[in-house]
């Protein structure tokens, strides 16, 4: 948020003086901090956003930079929430995450409840999106094709406990940066899954059978799929869906750089 000069004086002053408390070692992992700051992330923020602001954006930005100035991993779902959570908070917005566990929405943003999805696959489609893991399915009736219209249904009725869906991506991964983008799913485009079309793959060796609910519009264009995974998790899959039925609200790419001694600052 923005600070005055005198403010800001301050704060650092008062910084200065518990560095003076670190150890070398403290030295070294806050010295990375400093490097990977001055490395200034490139952000993109959609102007017609409802959501992401600048400050938002400044804000996940630099909680990027610090996932990736100790991990090579993408930003994990309960990191995502935590950082976006902070982010929203710090920029005067009015949040909240849902228990742990809560088998609805993950987070409450002005009133709203929001279901947060992640997506870091190796070999990612910038164009289609895949949510591995929607919801889960647990015990049931699920031995013919006819059975897949109750897991559809269940698909639904999960759908009500919150009105927007977002989704992080992890578009790209090396050595030098990590590329993300924001994206929101339509909750309405996922209602379409009402009039869906059936299919239950009889040859698969897993029990149950998994199955899929294709979705098409009204031209014969896929928009996504339902795939009933029938493995030993049994959790619904959302596979093939098209992005440019959906709103990416902002991206960033992070540079990265390596850890080096305190002494180099």
Request: charged fraction near 30%; aromatic fraction near 8%.
């Amino acid at each position: 948020m923005p600070q005055n000069t005198k403010t800001r004086i301050a704060r650092i002053r008062a910084l200065a003086q518990q560095l003076n408390d670190l150890t070398p070692s403290q030295l070294d992992w806050v010295a990375g901090v400093f490097r990977q700051f001055k490395l200034k992330p490139v952000i993109w923020l959609n102007p017609k956003s409802n959501l992401v602001s600048s400050c938002i954006g400044e804000m996940f930005g630099d909680a990027l930079q610090i996932h990736h100035c100790f991990s090579n991993e993408a930003l994990s779902k309960d990191r995502f929430e935590y950082a976006f959570e902070h982010a929203l908070k710090q920029c005067g917005i009015k949040a909240e995450l849902a228990p742990k566990g809560n088998p609805g929405h993950d987070i409450t943003i002005e009133g709203v409840p929001i279901s947060l999805k992640t997506q870091a696959d190796k070999g990612i489609n910038r164009e289609f999106l895949h949510i591995s893991k929607f919801m889960e399915l647990g015990k049931g009736k699920w031995k013919v094709k006819a059975d897949l219209c109750g897991l559809r249904d269940r698909f639904l009725k999960h759908m009500k406990s919150y009105d927007r869906i977002l989704q992080l991506r992890r578009l790209t991964d090396t050595e030098t940066s990590q590329e993300y983008e924001l994206v929101e799913i339509p909750k309405d485009l996922l209602l379409l899954a009402e009039n869906g079309t059936f299919r239950m793959t009889m040859r698969s060796k897993q029990k149950p059978k998994p199955g899929t609910c294709t979705v098409k519009n009204k031209e014969g264009h896929e928009l996504f799929e339902l795939y009933f995974d029938g493995g030993t998790e049994r959790k619904l899959q959302i596979r093939h869906l098209d992005k440019n039925y959906c709103v990416v609200h902002a991206a960033w790419k992070i540079q990265r750089m390596v850890q080096e001694s305190a002494q180099g600052l």
